[in-house]
């Protein structure tokens, strides 16, 4: 399928978000950044509908509680972090942005999609169908599962499956984000 400027996502329409869309607009990504936050913006007044699958809030919690320790002094890389967890996981109580960060995706319009009986078997059958890597292939899975024909993504992978429009952030050749 084709790639898309996500700043020209149409109004009305649904669209699944993939994990680096969220961890673009949170940890404020000096290119896809805005374009991210924009879009999350426009899901959150209702401007079009959003669908975010659990497995997707799963790998954003995890990059979050990686971040905000690699932000606290736990660790220098998320290796040293996720050691250092593992032999003091009391570290964990100290998270407090995290938390918020993720409170934030229930609290916007986007309704949180779960697993369906076939989700995951739908999911085999595409990575061998599209040659996608398994998280990748659950995803494409939740958007087939529900219906979904647009993904908001980083990822080119997913322009394999032809029934998936991807719409990724964007910026012009002058690296400014397009008006």
Known sequence: MTLNDINNFPKEAQILIDTNIIIYAALAHDVFGDPSRRLLKRIEMGEIYGFIPTIVINEVLHRFMIAELIENGIG?????VINKVKKAPGILHSLSKTWIDI???????CSIISEKEHTFTRSLNIAKEYNLLAKD???????YTYNLSHIASNDKDFSRVPWLS????????????PS
């Open 76 to 80: 220098l890389n998320p290796r040293d």
């Open 103 to 109: 409170a934030y995706l229930y609290q916007i319009n």
């Open 137 to 143: 292939a659950y995803i494409a899975a939740f958007a």
């Open 166 to 177: 991807v719409w990724r952030p964007h910026v012009d050749h002058r690296g400014d984000p």
